[in-house]
Structures are given as C-alpha cells and as structure tokens.
T-cell receptor, first 116, second 110 residues
Framework: KAGVTQTPRYLIKTRGQQVTLSCSPI?????VSWYQQTPGQGLQFLFE???????NKGNFPGRFSGRQFSNSRSEMNVSTLELGDSALYLC???????????????FGPGTRLTVT | ELKVEQNPLFLSMQEGKNYTIYCNYS?????LYWYRQDPGKSLESLFV?????AVKQEGRLMASLDTKARLSTLHITAAVHDLSATYFC??????????FGTGTRLKVLA
C-alpha cells in the first residue's frame, strides 16, 4: 500500500509570492492534517480536513489556507510569503472517521519550503 | 491551551546504557503517540497509547502512559547507535488537533 505522498519535495520562493503544496493520503484515509516544522517553533498544527471539511485549525494567520478534495487529496496555500514561512511542511493522514475516536497518523516525506 | 513538554531536550548517552524520556501534558487526554524523526526525514510512528496504564514495547524501546499524572515515558534499554534520532510525543485531546512535544534529540555514543 502506498504511503502518504507530498509534492513538491523542495521549493524555493521569494518573499511576497504564494505557494501551493499538495498531499495525497494513504488510500482509504479520509482525514488529512498539515503541520509546520521549524527549528525554533517545533511541530505546529496548521489544520485538519475530513470529507472536504476543515474540522480544526491552528494559530496561524489567514495567509495559510487549505482545502480537501472529494478524493481526500489536500492542498495548502500560503500567500504573501514571508521569510519566517521557511519550514518543513508535513502532511499526515489517518482513518479517523468517528468523532471521539483517535488513530495514529501516518506522515508524508514533507515539503521543504525556503523563502528568500 | 494544551501544552506538551518533553525532557530532556537533548540526551547524549553511551551505548549499552538505559535512559528515560518524559512527556508531560497539561490537559486531560488518554491518547498519546510517540514518533521518531531522523535528520532530514519525516516522522515515523513508534507507539500508540490509548488508555491509562497502557504499555507498549518494541525492541529496546518501551512506552507507557499515566493519564492521571498526565505523563508518558519512553524508556530506552541498552541503547545502540541506531537509536540516535529525535523523539516526539504527541497528545490528542479529541479535537482532531494533535499537539506535539518539543522533541528530545538523542545521540547514542559508541
């Protein structure tokens, strides 16, 4: 069974530009979460989607947005990039379909974004 | 706001020694996960702990959960170099939002 895939793996952008990252979950997984990882702030939750609905979001500015498609694939977008947005962006998927249940997350390889 | 703290942040240990990494969290939850991350790599799931008193073991690693104390431990027995990595705990408070600890960077010296 294929794992979580993320594209692109590496990206270099200039301040002020926007970027879209893509995540394809494990087949059958309908929950997709996004995280930002930086040396200073660690792993921070961005948002979680299930059946095209955002169920929770972290404390990030509105420049960070996401969506999920009917096939469970997800994208996140960052507009007006800042230097501080340089990070490893990780996507994770799981089986979570029932409120109150908890399942381990499977992480993709990440997208390394560098903003210059 | 839920906070998850790990200690120590850095751990350098000799091969063959035992040590424990601690994960404290600030709110009620009986769902906790441990992950491993190698440099430049993604996160690999190690343990899933879903109830008070849960104990899981895999090789030289053993994880436990005490929900009353809001504490999980990751115990390393007879460390080997291959265990060198960063270890994260993550708490699921039931809001579809997993909160990760600060991470413990482990270096096992030959």
């Amino acid at each position: 069974k294929a794992g979580v895939t993320q594209t692109p793996r590496y990206l270099i952008k200039t301040r002020g530009q926007q970027v879209t990252l893509s995540c394809s979950p494990i087949s059958g997984h309908r929950s997709v979460s996004w995280y930002q990882q930086t040396p200073g702030q660690g792993l921070q939750f961005l948002f979680e989607y299930f059946s095209e609905t955002q169920r929770n979001k972290g404390n990030f500015p509105g420049r960070f947005s996401g969506r999920q498609f009917s096939n469970s694939r997800s994208e996140m977008n960052v507009s007006t990039l800042e230097l501080g947005d340089s990070a490893l962006y990780l996507c994770a998927s799981n089986w979570n379909t029932v409120e109150g249940e908890s399942y381990e997350q499977y992480f993709g390889p990440g997208t390394r974004l560098t903003v210059t | 706001e839920l906070k998850v703290e790990q200690n120590p942040l850095f751990l350098s240990m000799q091969e063959g020694k035992n040590y424990t990494i601690y994960c404290n969290y600030s709110t009620t939850s009986d769902r906790l996960y441990w992950y491993r991350q190698d440099p430049g790599k993604s996160l690999e799931s190690l343990f899933v702990l879903l109830s008070n008193g849960a104990v899981k073991q895999e090789g030289r690693l053993m994880a436990s959960l005490d929900t009353k104390a809001r504490l999980s431990t990751l115990h390393i027995t007879a460390a080997v170099h291959d265990l060198s990595a960063t270890y994260f705990c993550a708490v699921d408070p039931g809001t579809y939002k997993y909160i990760f600890g600060t991470g413990t960077r482990l270096k096992v010296l030959a």
